[in-house]
């Protein structure tokens, strides 16, 4: 699988650092899955899809090669090997979706192919309302959202695991699936213990090789390209897990 | 040293944590090989460094790894996991000196491995180390004697199949004190280049090519190597089934590494492997490896 070359059709301005690339092509994908996403001569790096068909990506100015891919204009080609990893597999019918910053992205695409599912609820958390995005595309798949805002800017004022917290307290769900910053995880996972239910948490690593070789993203034992990056959380074995 | 079995994690295949490791004899390998490490920290080459072309797998990692300050550490945690399952584990090291690898040597046995392994064949860092030891039988020897000055650990020497002459080169070894052959590292450099942008896809522009294309070469090596050396080989280059790794013990191998199979495999290819050769040994009515050694020889 070499990388192959995409062109881009479509630019979004999403939020204050966020832009949608929509390609001319599509690949068969899995919400939570990633794509290595290459440009000649600057960088190969790891993105998590917002839509495979067609395929879709979004992309936060963080760095030196998302400042790169933000300069592409419509027409450019960006290079793709993928889909990779394992993504995110709703079980139940009242899941409870929880995005903070860019975490926000694969949760869209989650959103989006989860239609039969009756309530699902969405978490959007972000620092400010300048780096809020995907509300409204969350809603148009049927999720109830929250939004929540660290400087109170819009919607709540917080984290989204506050607010994550009190709707497990005040409402029955049957599933998290969360994607955001390290230290969100680490309190989406102490929330599905407490609450006794089932995770699926989408983690980041260092990524080199993207098919389990390397070893490059290892944690503790686990591959977060090949065993994930989207990893299971089971009530009963969470705590087992943490300990190995 | 006996182990469990034959198959052998190969360098610089997800040996880069203990818990990794530990994972990989779980699956069934029968000795793990931890990634390179050498004298000081190194970020290795930028991305793309590995990639699937289609007949096998082209790198360039550029041998990240922690340094050997924090690789005896990961060695030590592995060994503390390995060693009550009766796993031996080989610590893989480099540099880019001889009086380097002594001295990466004598840190890293510290941790006390089963083996020190020494990669002086990586092709891909030639731009900032010169050519790899494993090209020529004199440096090869040097390289092999100094370590051996430091250490009572046993010593594997991992052979580049890059040469004219690879016997030369496992004799040169084993006469200044090798006590087992690694063969071998990846081919090449080769060079995979994207069409629609003109440019060679790795960031280090060339890599070492593994996997199902260069197992003819791995066979002919090993074969080669078991004419001219007394000591014992692993054979390793593109060993992705049973039938694969029989065809290394024909050729002469007393043990066969598995790296890239994994990325087609998991790390259920070891058991595979292991459950597709005793099946062939049944079939076939053998009863013990060692009767097939080399029998291609004969």
């Known amino acids: 699988m070499l990388p192959r070359p995409m062109r881009i059709a479509q630019i979004t301005q999403e ?26 001569r600057v960088d190969e790096k790891p993105f998590s899809l917002v839509s495979d068909d067609p395929l879709t990506l979004t992309v936060a100015k963080v760095g030196p090669f998302s400042a790169r891919l933000h300069e592409l204009k419509v027409g450019d080609r960006l290079w793709i090997r993928g889909p990779l990893g394992r993504g995110f597999n709703i079980a139940g019918q009242r899941p409870l979706l929880v995005g903070g910053g860019y975490g926000v992205a694969p949760l869209a695409f989650l959103a989006s192919r989860a239609t039969e599912v009756s309530h699902k609820v969405a978490v959007v958390g972000a620092a400010t309302k300048d780096d809020l995005f995907f509300e409204a595309r969350l809603a148009a798949s049927g999720c109830e959202v929250v939004v929540v805002t660290e400087d109170c800017s819009a919607g709540e004022g917080g984290l989204c695991t506050d607010v994550a917290e009190a709707l497990l307290t005040e409402q029955h769900f049957d599933g998290v699936y969360a994607c955001g910053p390290e230290a969100m995880l680490d309190k989406a996972e102490e929330l599905c213990r407490q609450h006794g239910i089932p995770g699926q948490l989408s983690k980041e690593a260092h990524m080199r090789c993207g098919m389990g070789v390397c070893g490059s993203c290892q944690r503790d034992g686990l591959l977060v390209c090949r065993d994930g990056p989207v990893f299971d959380l089971e009530p009963e074995t969470s705590q087992s897990a943490s300990q190995s | 040293m006996r182990l469990r079995n034959p198959l052998v994690l190969a360098a610089g295949i997800l040996g880069t944590g203990a818990q990794l490791l ?21 970020e290795g080459h930028p991305n793309p460094t590995v990639l699937d072309w289609g007949h096998g797998l082209i790198n360039a990692v550029g ?21 009550p399952l009766g796993l031996p584990l080989a610590a893989s090291i480099f540099a880019e000196t001889v009086k380097g690898f002594a001295q990466v040597a004598r840190k890293i046995a510290d941790a006390q491995p089963d083996f020190i392994e020494l990669n002086i064949s990586c092709p891909n860092v030639s731009h900032e180390f010169g050519r790899p030891f494993a090209c020529d039988a004199g440096d090869a020897a040097r390289v092999t004697g100094a370590v051996k000055e430091v250490t ?23 006469q200044a004190g090798a006590d087992a052959i690694a063969a071998i590292n990846t081919l090449g450099p080769g060079m995979i280049i994207d069409i629609y942008s003109g440019q060679p896809v790795l960031a280090n522009r060339v890599g ?24 014992p080989i692993i054979g390793i280059g593109g060993v992705g089934d049973g039938r694969d790794a029989l065809e290394m013990v024909m050729a002469g191998a007393t043990a066969v590494g598995v790296g890239s199979a994994v990325r087609y495999g998991g790390l259920e290819v070891f058991q595979t492997i292991l459950e597709e050769m005793r099946a062939f040994m049944v079939e076939e009515g053998h009863t013990n490896l060692n009767q097939l050694r080399g029998i291609a020889h004969r």
Not at chain 1, 22 to 39: H, R, Y
Request: hydrophobic content about 45%.
């Open chain 2, 63 to 83: 041998l990240a790894n922690p340094g050997v300050d924090e690789g005896v550490k990961i060695i030590a945690r592995a060994k503390e996991i390995l060693e």
């Open chain 1, 15 to 40: 939020a204050i650092r966020v832009k949608t690339f929509t390609l001319a092509g599509e690949l068969v994908a899995d919400p939570g899955q990633f794509v290595m996403v290459w440009l000649p």
């Open chain 2, 152 to 174: 009572s650990i046993p010593i594997i020497v991992k052979l580049s199949p890059n040469v004219t002459d690879i016997a030369l080169i496992a004799r040169s070894v084993e």
């Open chain 2, 208 to 231: 070492g090519v593994s996997g199902p294309a260069i197992r003819p070469v791995a066979v002919r090596c090993v074969y080669d190597i078991y004419e001219a050396v007394e000591i």
């Open chain 2, 22 to 42: 530990a994972r990989v004899a779980e699956n069934g390998a029968g000795m793990v090989t931890t990634k390179s490490c050498g004298p000081s920290p190194r």
